[in-house]
């Protein structure tokens, strides 16, 4: 069940795309903008207010990356396991920042300050194996690094 000011939240972005096609992946681009992530609650919602089923909202949430339906931390750590990421040691790294922000992957810390993602190849192959935290790329990594990178933030 919404309240009231999320529903104050939802319904202007739902109305404002409401009678143009391919209206669902930008009217969940602003909701999540507005929100944060697309709780099951919010994607019913959706459904209901754009007379699409609600499997559908569901199947676009989970295929693009970009959409999230958990609370997302204050910043994101994408570690990637692209080829030749993964042969120079991405699962060691994987497994420190794992340890140290005591989650597993796809998780978000519970002081709500970072999220733990998976990504394949981010283009910078030769600095393998990279890790990006929001926008900034960490290459040549080993987990001995983990724990003062993520103090810088
Ligand atoms: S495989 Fe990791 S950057 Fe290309």
Redesign the pocket.
Known sequence: MLTKSTEEILNPIIQKYQHIPGNLIPVLHEIQKQIGYLPPEIQEHVANQLKIPLSQVHGVITFYSFFSSTPQGEHSIGV?M????YVRGAEDVLERLQDELQIKRGETSADKRFTLTITR?????S????VMIDDKVYGNLTPEEVPQILGQY
């Open positions: 990637c692209g080829t030749a990421c190849c981010v283009g910078t192959c600095l393998a194996p990279v």
